[in-house]
């Protein structure tokens, strides 16, 4: 069997930003128009992502994986951008994303993603809500969400004990099979920034701890990151990337996306990693290739 093939990239932030009405610039908004307007539409840019996206498709991946961000400051006028966006990364049976924080930014629209991007996160059983289970070749993805509404300066996530405990049911009906498990999230599981953090990742920890996933995936940082973390059978490896639309820019890298192959041999699965990376003039290149195990 040939091997499959799974690209991830995480936080477009899908520029450029609509000009907001007056009526939306309250509260947290406000201080995020602010940040727009004076640093991040500098290194957010769209031929950015548009080369990213271009390189992922080249490679002809059998899923991709986008863990969330997929809009700014949550404002009406983006959804629709960004659902056309990802339309063009894929259909919704090869492409799976999830919601990060920016896409709950305030409470008025924390609902909007989830009617959006709908056929993108529905579960296989064709329910809208997390975990959710999608079943492709020999990979069982698993969707979680940490995007809440949060005071302004914070970017926390959580995931609270309702889908903490459905994901334990979840891993438990699929620990007797034989299949790669991939469980996607926003939020790192550890962060050494208070603001930025899963409030509950110890609870996740030790969850993961006695039922393990294969590979864990996530965004939320804007860096390359690898972290281990310990499952029943061996550690568990997370990877996050940097924003798929960056520039680089003080200490976080230009854009990049990650491609896992992952296949089975006679000791077991086998899952292999490479970073594709913006370089220069738009060109993306591979910056690194690692067997994870």
């Given at each position: 069997m040939?091997p499959?093939?799974l690209a ?5 932030h ?6 907001p009405?007056?009526i ?9 128009y602010?940040?727009?307007t004076r640093n991040r539409?500098?290194y957010?840019r ?9 390189d992922?498709k080249?490679h002809?991946?059998d ?13 009406e006028?983006?959804?629709?951008p960004?659902?056309?966006w990802l339309?063009g ?5 090869r492409?799976?994303?999830?919601p ?12 909007r993603f989830?009617?959006?991007?709908a056929?993108?996160?529905?579960g296989?059983?064709g329910?809208?809500g997390f975990p ?5 070749g020999?990979?069982v993805?698993i ?30 009906r ?13 939020h790192p599981l550890?962060?050494?920034a208070r603001h930025?953090?899963m ?5 996740l920890l ?6 393990g996933?294969?590979?864990i ?11 281990w ?8 490896p997370a990877i996050g990337?940097?924003?798929a639309s ?5 200490h ?7 491609l ?11 899952c ?5 990376s913006l ?5 993306i290149?591979q910056?690194?290739h690692v067997?994870l195990?």
């Open positions: 040939a499959y093939t991830h990239l995480s936080d477009p899908l520029p450029p930003l609509p000009k009405r007056l939306e610039l309250a509260g947290k908004r406000a201080l995020g602010v940040n727009w539409h500098k957010q769209r031929e950015v992502l548009d080369a990213l996206v271009a992922v080249a002809g991946p899923h991709i994986a986008v863990t969330g961000d997929l809009v700014n400051l949550a404002l006028a983006e959804f629709a960004a659902r056309a339309d990364v894929g259909p919704p049976d492409v799976t994303t999830i990060g924080n920016h896409d709950a930014y305030v409470r008025a629209t924390s609902h989830g009617e959006t991007f056929p993108y996160l529905a296989d059983d329910r809208i959710s289970v999608r079943r492709r020999p990979l993805l969707s979680l969400s940490t995007a809440v509404p949060t005071l302004p300066l914070m970017a926390t996530g959580t995931l609270g004990a309702d889908q903490l405990a459905s994901l334990e049911e979840v891993l438990g699929l620990a007797a099979e034989d299949v790669f498990r991939v469980l996607l999230v926003h550890k962060s050494g930025k953090r409030t509950d990742s110890a609870e030790t969850l993961l701890k006695r039922h996933v294969e590979l995936l996530h965004g939320h940082d804007h860096i390359h990151s690898t972290m973390f310990e499952g029943p059978n061996g550690n568990i990337v940097p924003s960056a520039r680089a820019h003080g976080y890298p230009a854009a990049a996306y990650n896992f192959t992952i296949e089975k041999d006679n000791t077991g699965w086998r292999e990693q490479t970073v594709r370089g220069a003039g738009f060109q290149g910056i690194k067997r195990f």
